[in-house]
């Protein structure tokens, strides 16, 4: 047997099946590399064979190739532009490239080399036989949550578990319903061995359940144009030989009928079963566990008007970032990159957009996509590419022979879905669809079906010319090989370093606080227990540093290498365990990544500082140039507001050392230089960091918890965030009280467009900074308090009118409570009712009466008391450590017994499992992403008496009576 076919019999079921989060975080890495070592490898034999004829040799070759490779060679062009903005994204932007130049190469050699029906049949019966694995493990996915291949696949919606090998459920579907016209192919086919029109007719069943469950609106957009497609060739079929037509039509309904008629009923019964009426094949028509919308939703206007703005949101970035270089385009694989700061401008340009701020490392349009990063240039290609392709279908069908029509049709259907999906999504990027799409096209313009002379072109080489440019593409294809290889072992040693690093955080918050009574005890048993402790962070302490500086060497671009690294060495746990297990090691990271201008002005520190001091200062500054790289190859808002944490703490340590009095005259310039810079350095990073969030917590729930507990006490408040950072820089000048303004205004003014627009908003961070300011100064300075108390409330009074309004008029809260607790008692009823009807009601009964109690105390509790304390105890504290109070949840107070209430009733139950899911169930009632309303109520509340309690110092003010 040939062996480049039984090399791509291997590759095609690898590339597809191949997935283990235990390698690297997405599943497509280790793909593309695979696929490019079968690209290369099969070169070489070709270029090898080529070399032993030592004869001139003739290259085929279609229009289609020609204008591939010119896309090509634009996107080489398109690299001038990434070179001249950003060369730390050169690397990246090359290795996409070469990656490109491979699939140029893949299509010319399967245009070629697919040149009987029988290698055709083979390659597609292989992509038959993986679907049916994919379509089986999504089904698996769906109904138990539990991958063949990964795993566990938990996911808060059931069709989102819909994920199988090739990725989300969307580039599931797709895959699938590419491969569906080639299942019927050969599931009617006449001459079809039984085994492949049982394994044909498995298929299409699996696929058309999960199309149907998994919801992908693009996927049944792709079946009316496929529908359009197909009676546009029946049309032309018919207009073109009438006769033939009818023999077709007859033959297929002596042959074919009753296979058709079957698969017609089953499909019809899994439409019934999944569409018509709640049944446990369809999760009770519920779109996920605790989402308990109805399956049709995701088709109402509303939610497809939503999605729709934002696939807009990220169009309009992509034009964004077109017009600063419209001929060539930003750089081929640039918008990862640039998208972010793109969106966010977008975002906060137009206000109706505020809420579709998402963190898209794809434009979800690959047309856009091409337009974005190779400009006009690389669009026109593209779009020239489209519409010769459309032609030549059209005419190239029409003289076809019978044998070969068929067949043909059904490559140019199989096709549609991928050309459809890349309007709304990134398919051109996933693996296994690109390559079924690439083969597909391939094939149909290939040597087997092209029959159109003026598309073909033959080319005669001599020996010596196929050696040299062999030579020259072998070489592309190595160093594009070399790259992907890199990549793939640097997000390995990332994803390494990334547990490793999740592991040592586990061990500090879990084991540490048990070391306290270790050390007490001098047994033997505690010893032991310690050094097993101390031997467990070594390791991984060792490996994650480790880890995170291999990946960051093998592939300069990982972004977020440098910015696990940086976190590492900017918190005071890990660089402590660093520089105990690994001091050589740190002093290595020092030398190597601190600026040479950071390491002079630290050594010039070094006789005032103590060893301790030293440490910190240099792993704040090594920290902070690692994020510095980070930012360069990853502009992620995260990366953004971790520079901002690192140069206040750098500002803070300088500002303490500026107050010793035993410093020369030389170095208090130094320091007061150094702090009015990173001073500058705050301002930038501080404002950027806000501006490209912008409404980021509609999507990304952790940028504003909804639990207010939660947002100050576990970093999940931006605002709240930077404004600490500011504070924590230094002294509370002028300087920094106006650039805390300056980040309460744009809070308040993102939050003013989302309540505008139907979402929330609630900008308590500046106004709890302002109230407790003002109070505090009030102490010292009664006229300047009330001052920025009167300028507060002008601020804040349009929003304040807005949430008193919600609160007082709005019926919506109180219907999402009682929704909150229909939910739950279902879900309670799902569970329980297997084990006993009796304590289901049992059950039922004391969650209906807890909730009851909790809901009226909650509604009555006292908010201006809370406001008045929470002020109370932020204005006792200073600044700088005020980030260590937090405010505490009403709701989870209150709620907290109804948990308790559900779980008493079930102490004889010996089924551990149910208990664990009974408790799952009822803890919903405290996580802000199920019981989202209670947490807004409270939050509206606590803005709402935080602005009147403001209002009433100011009162007491003018009065002359705050004491």
Known sequence: MDPINVLWLITIPIVSLFAHLIYTESYSVPKHFFLSVAALTTFLILYLRALRKKEPIVINFTVFHILFGLFWISSTASIINIARDNPYLLRYSLDVNLYLLIFVFLSWFFSNYMNTREKIEKIFLVFLIVSVVV??????????????????????????????????????????????????????????????????????????YILLVGQVRSEYISWVVQILLGLSFITLEFFSDSRSTR???????????????????????????????????????????????????????????????????????????????????????????????????????????????QPFDTVHNDYLQVLAEVGLVGFGIVLALFVWLLTYVFQNYSKLSEDKKTLFLVLTLSFTPFAVQMFFCYPVQILPNSLLALILVSTGIGEYFNIQKNTKLRVKISARIVFLIGFIFATLLVVGVFLRASKFLSDVYSRQGKVALYSLSSLIETEEPKNGELLKNNSTVSNTALQSYQEEIKNNITTAVLSLYKSIKINPSNGI???????????????????????????????????????????????????????????????????????????????????????????????????????????????????????????????????EFSGGWITYMHAKNPDIETATRNKEDIHREVIHCVLNSGELDSKRLSLVKRISDFEREVCLDLERNGYWGIPDAGLTFFTTFAKQLAEKDKDRAREILKSTLRDYKEIYNLVVQKLEKDSRFVEEFETVKKNIATLLKAVLSRESANLNEIVQDSFNKAYRKALENFINYDFSRYVEIYISELRESEFGIRKTIYATSPWKYFATPVIFAVMNNLQNIQDVGMISRIFGIVRLLVDPSFATSMFLYERYQIFKHMYEYAQKIYQLLGQDLLH
């Open 135 to 208: 379509a089986a493990n999504g089904v698996l996915n769906y109904y138990t949550g539990y991958d063949v291949f990964v795993g566990l696949s938990p996911d808060i919606t059931y069709r989102g578990r819909i994920r199988s090998t090739i990725g989300n459920v969307i580039f599931v579907a797709n895959f699938l319903n590419m491969l569906t016209p080639l299942a019927l192919y050969f599931y009617l086919k006449s001459g079809t061995s039984k085994l492949t029109k049982i394994l044909s007719f498995v298929f299409i069943t699996l696929s058309f």
């Open 247 to 357: 023999k077709k039509v007859s033959d297929f309904l002596r042959c074919g009928v009753w296979q058709f008629i079957i698969l017609v009923m089953v499909l019809l019964v899994v439409a019934i079963l999944l569409l018509a009426f709640p049944n446990p094949l369809n999760h009770y028509k519920r779109i996920g566990e605790i989402i308990f919308s109805p399956i049709e939703s995701r088709i109402t206007g509303e939610v497809v008007q939503e999605d729709f703005i934002r696939r807009k949101v990220a169009w309009l970035a992509a034009v964004e970032i077109w017009k600063r270089h419209k001929v060539l385009g930003q750089g081929i694989g640039s918008y990862r990159y640039y998208g972010g700061s793109a969106v966010a401008k977008v975002c906060n340009e137009n206000p109706k957009y505020r809420f579709a701020w």
């Open 561 to 691: 290498a440098y910015y696990l690294l940086s976190n590492m060495l900017g918190y005071d746990k890990t660089l402590s365990m660093i520089h105990t297990n690994m001091k050589e090691f740190f002093d290595k990271l020092f030398k190597e990544f601190c600026e040479a201008s950071a390491k002079e002005f630290i050594n010039s520190l070094a006789h005032t500082l103590k060893t301790e001091e030293l440490l910190e200062l240099k792993s704040l500054y090594v920290s902070l140039s690692l994020l510095d790289i980070s930012e360069k190859v990853s502009l992620y808002p995260l990366v953004q507001l971790a520079k901002t944490d690192r140069i206040s703490r750098i500002m803070n340590r300088l500002s303490n050392m500026a107050l010793k009095s035993d410093l020369s005259d030389k170095l208090r310039v130094a320091l007061s230089n150094e702090i009015e810079k990173k001073f500058v350095e705050l301002e930038k990073t501080a404002l950027k960091t806000i501006y």
